[in-house]
Every structure is written in structure tokens, then in C-alpha cells.
């Protein structure tokens, strides 16, 4: 039968010729779509020929940087001629993805071209270009945002429905969270557990540890640690005490000056159990609570107080790559601001400005005009601060620096935590976070910073919650959502890894670089490999550069096309970190330094005694153990305890019973006839020497022989039998 002919043979063909139309149109598009990326980024110069400002801008990428180059980038030399190959644009990968070398831009194209940073890979300065920047002002609802996307979300862990609606007009399929989504936008920090068994395409909208700025208590510990290694610097909050730790402390500063406190739960939220007070005595010693210096003289609009919102998106902890919203919220108390008093110290409509607490005030105004309202746009305190001569550009530089101060007081836990949840995350970043930074503005225009909420609130009650977080959450999913990352080649890729270690060890194939190096405690090992079946069917063996060509992931250019695709899709959003002003950077690099965290921490009170109370608790657990221990040891020495009469008795009859049933080994003719014979042997020995005898000879001399005795001794009686003279015998 002609197999060709069959239903099934031709069916099968179809099918096939079908699936090759579809691998051929999806690279269609991500080829497309990564072409966008790519000419955003410009190769300009190697770093042996860089100007001042480039090696400034580099300088201050290297903290975090450095490490990131190699982590990104783990076959070191192979990596590098990667990176040397894409330059003459032979290598296949570099072709397939359509990664075209722009040359050296000229001066002329350089004026036309806004430059907004560098990355360095591999010791290669990559220039970012921002192609799609869009102004600050502008609203870009009316956009289209996606040609196609075959990404997919879960939202079913966050209450905003907002979430899911927009991801749905992105283009995003919801999916639940057992299927194998690309993002996953929860409200709470999800567990380690999560983060671990994440794969190389998906990405989740928290950063493992960022606990440590988003807990009033933790950030309070993280900035004083930081005000005591950069006093200048870091006076960004207010002064702040832990308590009941920094109780003394705190007594003593409100002995020496006169002072209005804030007291906060230390994990509270919404205004909570907050109040005033100008008495710390009235506070218990045992209390956990924050106690900071009141700013009594806050920037007033219209006779109130408020504070603002702003909305910061972190897509990367190493390198720190940090933006923040333009837009944004200035929440306002409900009644006219007064210096606190014993008398108005209760008032909490004067005092604070969460949205949560004023609500509740008749006063609240829902006015959807952009000067009026208890809830207004950034951008018209913007306009109300020109207006009056403030000046704006550097009001929100020093907001940005407040939030990368912050951020940085957590980097190296950040970094930490990361590299430990994600060590296999080499082509995009794991994580991203919309953080919302509470800034409180005095009357001098400085802000400080009050708290960081990991899950800013997405309620849309009101026009302006709505004009602002749309627009936000559009701009944060599309600059977060590459086309790098390609769920099913990364999938195929990690099948592919998972055979090639598991068929190792049948020397199938060669390996042909491995590149081990460390990385923060973190080992990561890289193969590149390749397999003799590509080799086959008469073609050449390829030369190592192709191996490497042809090699898996890491790619060394995904950190590039990853910060390529975030400049060219900015949206609403502007960079903080790296800065755009090249003399910052230098500045920031110094904040990178705190390294030994835990010498760090002891300084500070409140770690002091922590570590105290740690340290009594290792001490008592250590002895409650050695105890065990020793209490385990002597009941083993102790001696067995005597058994009963009967159970000893059994046992022995046991043994008796063992030994008449035994039954002897085999012995072989020839060991029996040379026993026989030594016992000959003997027995004549006996007789000659007439041993026998003269024992008993000696035992009659002795007195030692009765008549009895006869009977006892058979064979004494015998020789009384035989005649024998036993008295002559000896
Ligand atoms: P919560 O997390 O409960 O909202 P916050 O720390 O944000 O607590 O404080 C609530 C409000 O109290 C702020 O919105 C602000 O108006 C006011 N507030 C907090 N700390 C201070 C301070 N040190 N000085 C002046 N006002 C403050």
C-alpha cells in the first residue's frame, strides 16, 4: 500500500504546512516589532575612546552596572565577540532578529537625536536614544497602543477591575493564574514561593524585599541608617523615632526643643490610629509606634494642606532603572489649616490628607474643575506653582531625588533579593513596581517623604482618579510589556536546556564554552552547546563563533533591547534613574556603597536592641537544645535495666534450643582424616607418657583420692582394674 496516497499521510502534511505559515508569520511580527527597538538603540563607541561625560555616565551605572553586564551577559569572552560580531553584522542571530548596527552616529545626527543615557555592556557604551518620547502634557488616550499582542495577564489577584479592562484593550488575554501567564498583577506581595518557581518570560508587579521602604517602620530604619552615613544628604523626612526602642532618644530631643509629634502605628495604613501630641510622656514605654517631628508649616493651596501622590514605576533593581509619572495626585485636607494647638491637635480634617479620613468631611469637594477640588491633578499644582512664582523644574527635581534616595536606602536588599529569586531571569526583568510616594511640600517648597505604598490605591470614584490612573496603568503595561519576551521560544529554549543536561552525560555532544562565574554569592553556570546533529548531513563543523551564535540565552544584548524599548515607550513617564543630567549621576554613586549591611544596621537604637533581643534568643534556644542534648546522651549511657526472672530464663532456653538444633557446617574427608589422626596422635602421646596415671598418682599422694573417687573417675578404676601400681607409678 502506498503510504503517500493515504487520508492520514496527507492530512499530516497539511498540518504541517500550516504550522510553518504560523512560526513564519509570528516571526513576521516580533521581527517587526523588535525592529522599533532596535533603532532606538545606537552602538556609538567602545570605551577606550569615550569623552568625560560618558565615563561620568558610566561611572554611575557601575555599581549596579557592573554586575549586571556580567550577569546578563555570562559567557564573558563569548559574550563579548558576540558583542564584537554585531558591529559587522555577520553574526545569524543578529541577522534573524533583524539587529541591524547603526553606525557611529555623526554630529548632525546626534543634534537631531535626544539622548537620554547609556548603557554599557560588555564594555561596549550603548547610546539610548528616545525615538517615541512623549511630552509630559500630553494625553495619549486617542493612541493606538498595540498592533498585536499575544501576551497574557493575570489580574484575578487584584480587586481593581480597571486592570483587567485595559489590559483587554492592550491586547492582553486574561487568563487565570494556573495557566502560564506573561504578567501577573497582584495587589498583595505574593510569597518567595511564587517568585522561585517563575519562568524566563513571566513578569510580576512586585520586586521581592521592597517590603523595606513600603513598611512605615522599615523605612524609618532604612533612612536613619542612611541620614547616619550621609547627614548632608539624606535629610529628606522628617526626624523619626521607633519606638519603644528609640524611646530615650526620643524623650531626650523633646526635653531640648518644643516640638508637635505625629505618632503612627508602625504598620498602619489610611490615617489610622494616627495623632498629635506635644507630650511623649503621655505615650507608654512599651508602645510600637512611629513618633516624627510634626512639619507644622506645610505649603498651603487655598488655606489647606495636602500632600501629593506620585507615581513611580521601578522596571529594574540591578541596574537601577526608575521612573516616575507626570501626573499624579494632590490629595487636600477638608478644613483650613492651622498651626497645631492642644485645642485643634484632634482635628484630624486640618491635620491629615488621606483621601480615606477626609471623605468622611461634609466639606469634602467633588469639583472635577482642575483648581478646585479635595482631589486635583499634579499638574494643576503645577500651574498654580507657576503661577505664583515657584519654580516648578526644580521643586520636582528635588521630588525625584527624595525618591531615589529612598529607593536606594533598600538597593542593596533589593539587589539581594532579586538575584536570589531570579537567577535564571536572563532576558527580561522578573519584577516591575508601580510604587506611590506620599510627599508632604513645606512652606520652603521641600518635600519629605511620609510613605511608600507598594499597592497604591486604583479606585476610580471620581473624574480625576480616573483621568490620572487609566492613562497610568495603559503607559506602565506597555513600557513594561517587551516583545523580548517570547513565551514560546523561551519555553522551547528551556525544553531544549532541560535535554541537553539530561543527556549530558552520553557525550552526544560537545560542550563547547562554559562560563562560570559568581555573582553575589549566586553562581551562574553557562552552557553553550552544541550538538553534532547540526554538524551533520556533509555541512562544515562551525567554528566557535557561530557556537556561539547559535548558543542559548543570555542574550548579551537583552538588558540593551530591554532599556531600548522602555525609552522609546515612555509614555507619560519620565527617568529618574539614571538621571538625565550627567553631573547627577557621579552623585548618586556614592549611595550605592552601603555594603556591609549588618555593621550598618547595629547603629542605629532600635537595631541595637533588636539584635540584643536576637541575640538573648539564639542564646536560649543554644542552651535549650544543649540540654536536650545532654539529657538524650544520658539516657543512653544509663545501664540496662535488669530483666525479669522469667524473660531471662526464655531467653536462655531459647539459646539452648539454638544450639541442639545445630547443625554443623560441612567438613570435608580429608580435614576429617587429619583430625583422626591428631587425635591418634594424641591418645598415644597420653598412653606413652602415661600421663593418665600419674595424675592420678599425684592426686592419691595428695590425699586428694577417696574410694568414691573410683566411681567419679572411670578411668582410675580401671587402672585398679588393669593392676596397675598406682603408688609405684610415680
Ligand atoms: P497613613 O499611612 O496612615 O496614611 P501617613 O504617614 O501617610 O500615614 O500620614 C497620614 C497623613 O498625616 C499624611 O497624609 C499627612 O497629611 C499627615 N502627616 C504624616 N506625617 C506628618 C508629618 N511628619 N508632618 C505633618 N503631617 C504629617
Excluded at 512599651?286 to 501629593?308: A, H, M, S, W
Aim: proline content about 5%; aromatic content about 10%.
Amino acid at each position: 500500500m502506498n503510504l503517500k496516497n493515504s487520508k492520514f499521510y496527507k492530512r499530516i502534511q497539511t498540518l504541517r504546512h500550516f504550522s510553518k505559515e504560523k512560526i513564519l508569520k509570528e516571526r513576521t511580527i516580533r521581527t517587526m516589532a523588535l525592529r522599533g527597538v532596535e533603532m532606538a538603540l545606537s552602538e556609538s563607541q567602545c570605551n577606550h575612546d569615550v569623552d568625560a561625560a560618558s565615563v561620568a555616565a558610566a561611572s554611575a551605572w557601575s555599581p549596579p552596572l557592573s554586575s549586571t553586564s556580567r550577569r546578563k551577559s555570562p559567557a564573558g569572552g563569548a559574550a563579548k565577540s558576540k558583542m564584537i560580531k554585531k558591529k559587522t553584522d555577520t553574526s545569524p542571530r543578529t541577522r534573524e532578529k533583524g539587529f541591524k548596527p547603526v553606525q557611529p552616529a555623526s554630529d548632525e545626527d546626534n543634534d537631531g537625536a535626544e539622548v537620554n543615557g547609556y548603557i554599557e555592556l560588555n564594555k561596549c557604551r550603548y547610546r539610548v536614544a528616545c525615538s517615541g518620547r512623549v511630552d509630559a502634557t500630553t494625553s495619549r488616550a486617542a493612541e493606538p497602543l498595540f498592533v498585536e499582542s499575544k501576551s497574557t495577564i493575570c489580574v484575578s489577584n487584584s480587586r481593581y477591575a480597571m486592570i483587567g479592562r485595559i489590559s483587554r484593550l492592550l491586547g492582553y488575554k486574561l487568563v487565570k493564574e494556573s495557566k502560564l501567564w506573561n504578567i501577573l498583577w497582584s495587589d498583595s506581595f505574593p510569597g518567595v514561593e511564587l517568585f522561585k518557581n517563575m519562568k524566563r518570560f513571566q513578569q510580576i508587579n512586585h520586586f521581592p524585599g521592597m517590603i523595606e521602604i513600603c513598611r512605615k517602620d522599615l523605612l524609618s530604619r532604612n533612612l536613619n541608617r542612611m541620614l547616619k552615613l550621609y547627614p548632608h544628604d539624606y535629610k529628606i523626612f522628617p526626624k523619626t523615632w521607633m519606638l519603644p526602642a528609640d524611646y530615650g532618644d526620643a524623650m531626650h530631643y523633646a526635653l531640648n526643643h518644643k516640638h508637635t509629634f505625629i505618632l503612627k502605628p508602625d504598620s498602619g495604613a489610611q490615617g489610622r490610629g494616627i495623632w498629635l501630641t506635644n507630650d511623649l510622656k503621655t505615650i507608654g514605654a512599651n508602645e510600637r509606634l512611629i513618633c516624627q517631628t510634626y512639619v507644622y508649616r506645610p505649603l498651603l493651596i487655598d488655606g489647606y494642606k495636602f500632600d501629593l501622590r506620585v507615581y513611580t514605576l521601578i522596571t529594574s533593581v540591578d541596574p537601577l532603572r526608575i521612573y516616575v509619572y507626570n501626573e499624579g495626585l494632590a490629595r487636600f485636607a477638608t478644613n483650613k489649616y492651622v498651626e497645631p494647638t492642644p485645642g485643634n491637635a484632634n482635628d484630624l480634617y486640618m491635620h491629615l490628607t488621606n483621601y480615606s479620613v477626609n471623605k468622611r468631611n461634609s466639606q469634602y469637594d467633588l469639583c472635577d474643575n482642575d483648581d478646585c477640588g479635595s482631589k486635583r491633578k499634579l499638574s494643576a499644582i503645577n500651574n498654580w506653582m507657576t503661577r505664583h512664582n515657584y519654580d516648578v523644574a526644580e521643586f520636582w527635581s528635588n521630588v525625584d531625588d527624595v525618591i531615589i534616595k529612598t529607593v536606594l536606602s533598600a538597593w542593596p536588599v533589593l539587589k539581594h533579593n532579586y538575584h536570589a529569586c531570579f537567577p535564571g531571569h536572563d532576558t527580561i526583568q522578573a519584577c516591575f513596581e508601580i510604587l506611590g510616594f506620599d510627599i508632604l511640600v513645606d512652606w520652603k517648597l521641600k518635600p519629605y517623604i511620609l510613605e511608600v505604598n507598594h499597592s497604591p490605591s486604583f479606585h476610580t470614584n471620581e473624574q480625576v482618579d480616573r483621568e490620572v490612573k487609566r492613562p497610568l496603568i495603559r503607559d506602565t503595561l506597555t513600557l513594561v510589556s517587551t516583545v523580548l519576551a517570547d513565551k514560546k521560544q523561551i519555553l522551547r529554549e528551556d525544553r531544549k536546556r532541560v535535554k541537553q543536561r539530561l543527556l549530558k552525560s552520553k557525550g552526544d555532544r560537545q560542550v563547547t564554552a562554559i562560563n562560570a562565574f559568581c555573582h553575589d554569592h549566586h553562581i551562574i553556570i553557562y552552557y553553550s552547546v552544541l550538538r553534532p546533529r547540526q554538524v551533520a548531513g556533509g555541512a562544515k563543523p562551525p567554528t566557535n563563533e557561530t557556537n556561539v551564535a547559535t548558543a542559548p540565552k543570555p542574550e548579551a544584548g537583552s538588558l540593551a533591547q530591554q532599556v531600548a524599548w522602555e525609552e522609546s515607550h515612555l509614555g507619560n513617564f519620565r527617568r529618574i534613574m539614571p538621571p538625565q543630567d550627567a553631573s547627577r549621576i557621579s552623585y548618586y554613586s556614592k549611595f550605592y556603597a552601603q555594603s556591609n549591611q549588618v555593621s550598618i544596621f547595629q547603629e542605629t537604637a532600635a537595631s541595637k536592641k533588636r539584635e540584643d533581643l536576637a541575640r538573648k534568643m539564639r542564646l536560649q534556644i543554644e542552651e535549650k537544645r544543649a540540654k536536650a542534648e545532654q539529657m538524650l546522651l544520658a539516657s543512653t549511657k544509663r545501664k540496662r535495666p535488669i530483666q525479669p526472672r522469667s524473660v531471662r530464663e526464655k531467653h536462655r532456653q531459647y539459646m539452648y534450643r539454638l544450639k541442639e538444633n545445630w547443625i554443623p557446617g560441612f567438613v570435608s574427608e580429608a580435614e576429617e582424616r587429619l583430625r583422626h589422626t591428631w587425635q591418634q596422635m594424641r591418645s598415644e602421646a597420653i598412653k606413652n607418657l602415661k600421663i593418665t596415671e600419674n595424675i592420678y598418682a599425684l592426686l592419691y599422694e595428695l590425699g586428694h583420692l577417696s574410694n568414691t573417687d573410683i566411681t567419679v573417675f572411670p578411668s582410675l578404676y580401671h587402672c585398679l582394674q588393669i593392676g596397675y601400681d598406682i603408688k609405684g607409678a610415680t
